[in-house]
T-cell receptor, first 117, second 109 residues
Framework: EPEVTQTPSHQVTQMGQEVILRCVPISNHLYFYWYRQILGQKVEFLVSFYNNEISEKSEIFDDQFSVERPDGSNFTLKIRSTKLEDSAMYFC???????????????FGPGTRLTVL | QKEVEQNSGPLSVPEGAIASLNCTYSDRVSQSFFWYRQYSGKSPELIMSIYSNGDKEDGRFTAQLNKASQYVSLLIRDSQPSDSATYLCAVADDYKLSFGAGTTVTVRA
């Protein structure tokens, strides 16, 4: 069964450093997302991406964040200058367009645990 | 920010019993609703989606949706120890999901 993959599984970085989190969405999916979950808190939406552009972003997704689909398979999240509060699990998800106006199911990758020291 | 509220846990049920999970949402125009299961340290895993009022059954799981009351629920029948996890209610707003805080279920053997 196709699945979303993410690398690395755990990233440790120093405050102020840049990190790139990588995702390979399910191959026939067209919508891509990043979510994050701070330990003990809700899963929070960061950004959605379709047709090579951001379709929606949350207040969390400020100028420190960017996303890119550099080739036909990868989808990346870059954090330019990490802060302590960026420590969280970051989940990539993908979906196909919904039918009849319904939002189709989003499938989540295993996540990258980002630790900022 | 669309609000999604879930009944606070933790919920402890004996093996073989029914676990009942509730979720309310604030956006009346929401059309798509999802239940995900999340084991500790893992990613959300889809259990069910529901789009229309009424019940939807899949194996031991039944989702119920009442759009007039802005309420969605999940029943887990014949609960097993492997069902012990946090259950997340998610509501779609265009193409993003708003999640509840989750209800942690523990099934006692």
């Amino acid at each position: 069964e196709p699945e979303v993959t993410q690398t690395p599984s755990h990233q440790v970085t120093q405050m102020g450093q840049e990190v790139i989190l990588r995702c390979v969405p399910i191959s026939n999916h067209l919508y891509f997302y990043w979510y994050r979950q701070i330990l003990g808190q809700k899963v929070e939406f960061l950004v959605s991406f379709y047709n090579n552009e951001i379709s929606e972003k949350s207040e969390i997704f400020d100028d420190q964040f960017s996303v890119e689909r550099p080739d036909g398979s990868n989808f990346t999240l870059k954090i330019r200058s990490t802060k302590l509060e960026d420590s969280a699990m970051y989940f990539c998800a993908s979906s196909v367009p919904g039918n009849g106006g319904n939002t189709d199911t989003q499938y989540f990758g295993p996540g990258t645990r980002l630790t900022v020291l | 920010q669309k609000e999604v509220e879930q009944n606070s846990g933790p919920l402890s049920v004996p093996e073989g019993a029914i676990a009942s999970l509730n979720c309310t949402y604030s956006d009346r125009v929401s059309q798509s609703f999802f239940w995900y299961r999340q084991y500790s340290g893992k990613s959300p895993e889809l259990i069910m989606s529901i789009y229309s009022n009424g019940d939807k059954e899949d194996g031991r799981f039944t989702a119920q949706l009442n759009k007039a009351s802005q309420y969605v629920s999940l029943l887990i029948r014949d609960s097993q120890p492997s069902d012990s996890a946090t259950y997340l209610c998610a509501v779609a707003d265009d193409y993003k999901l708003s999640f509840g805080a989750g209800t942690t279920v523990t099934v006692r053997a």
